[in-house]
């Protein structure tokens, strides 16, 4: 199977919620720069036609992962009327929703974690919730969210590096790592003084059903 674009030119549904195109410039929010995203740099590798099974398992994590991310920033949108947030949430959705295209090109789809609802729905709510209270715990749980991924994606490049196999894989979960570690960055800094304690309780609380869901998600 040959490889495909990584995110198509047009996403109706994304950009009807409000989440625009990856392809679109964005603003880096300590300078006002105009940066374009970089998952249109890259296209997933051709299907394997036999992946380890811890492999498969990692990827039913990360694609049930993608697929929670995409809906945070939905439940965000929901809700927020903050000009900035939506701002935010709209170019790392469009993000999220290219990662997601690309784990969905390179795992089979009956591979895919059959609790996909579930992680559906939590996503959802862990992007509706905080946005009840305001941006800063917006950003706080977006901090929480990808400071979880970061280190999830490592252990799966550590582990693709010790073996020596998939380099073409290892590179789009690299791509993919890189952007959640934008994600995570730009969200601490528009966090501005440090969480208290409400809400480093709560960031505790989606770090922990972060790998509480990818664990579960690796079995089915």
Same mark, same amino acid.
């Given at each position: 199977? @040959?490889?495909?674009?990584?995110?198509?030119?047009? *996403?109706?549904?994304? +950009?009807?919620?409000?989440?625009?195109?990856?392809? %679109?410039?964005?603003? #880096?929010?300590?300078?006002?720069? #105009?940066?374009?995203?970089?998952?249109?740099?890259?296209?997933?590798p051709?299907?394997?036609?036999? *992946?380890? !099974?811890?492999?498969?398992?990692?990827?039913?994590?990360?694609h049930?992962?993608? &697929? @929670?991310?995409?809906?945070i920033?939905?439940?965000?949108?929901?809700?927020?009327?903050?000009?900035?947030?939506?701002?935010? &949430?709209?170019?790392?959705?469009?993000?999220?929703? @290219?990662?997601?295209?690309?784990?969905?090109?390179?795992?089979?789809? !009956?591979?895919?974690?059959?609790?996909?609802?579930?992680?559906?729905?939590?996503?959802?709510?862990?992007?509706?919730?905080p946005?009840?209270?305001?941006?800063? %715990?917006?950003?706080?749980?977006?901090?929480?969210?990808?400071?979880?991924v970061?280190?999830?994606?490592?252990?799966?490049?550590?582990?693709?590096?010790?073996? @020596?196999?998939?380099?073409?894989?290892?590179?789009?979960? %690299?791509?993919?790592?890189?952007?959640?570690i934008?994600?995570?960055?730009?969200?601490?800094? &528009?966090?501005?003084?440090?969480?208290?304690?409400?809400?480093?309780?709560?960031?505790?609380?989606?770090?922990?059903?972060?790998?509480? %869901? +990818?664990?579960?998600?690796?079995?089915?």
């Amino acid at each position: 199977m @040959g490889a495909k674009p990584a995110v198509p030119e047009r *996403l109706p549904q994304m +950009v009807a919620s409000g989440i625009s195109s990856p392809s %679109a410039a964005t603003c #880096h929010p300590s300078n006002g720069r #105009h940066v374009r995203p970089r998952m249109n740099q890259i296209t997933a590798p051709p299907r394997p036609a036999i *992946l380890p !099974r811890w492999l498969l398992a990692e990827l039913r994590s990360d694609h049930a992962g993608e &697929a @929670g991310a995409v809906m945070i920033y939905r439940g965000i949108l929901t809700i927020s009327r903050d000009p900035a947030l939506r701002e935010f &949430a709209a170019r790392h959705g469009a993000t999220e929703q @290219g990662h997601l295209e690309l784990i969905e090109q390179v795992l089979p789809p !009956r591979q895919r974690s059959v609790l996909l609802p579930i992680w559906r729905v939590a996503g959802f709510l862990t992007g509706f919730l905080p946005a009840l209270f305001g941006s800063r %715990a917006v950003y706080a749980t977006i901090d929480a969210v990808e400071t979880f991924v970061d280190h999830h994606y490592q252990q799966q490049l550590d582990r693709l590096d010790a073996e @020596g196999i998939e380099p073409a894989l290892r590179a789009v979960l %690299a791509q993919c790592q890189a952007e959640e570690i934008h994600h995570r960055d730009e969200a601490r800094e &528009a966090t501005g003084a440090p969480p208290g304690v409400l809400l480093r309780g709560w960031a505790w609380l989606v770090g922990f059903g972060s790998a509480a %869901a +990818v664990q579960a998600a690796k079995r089915i």
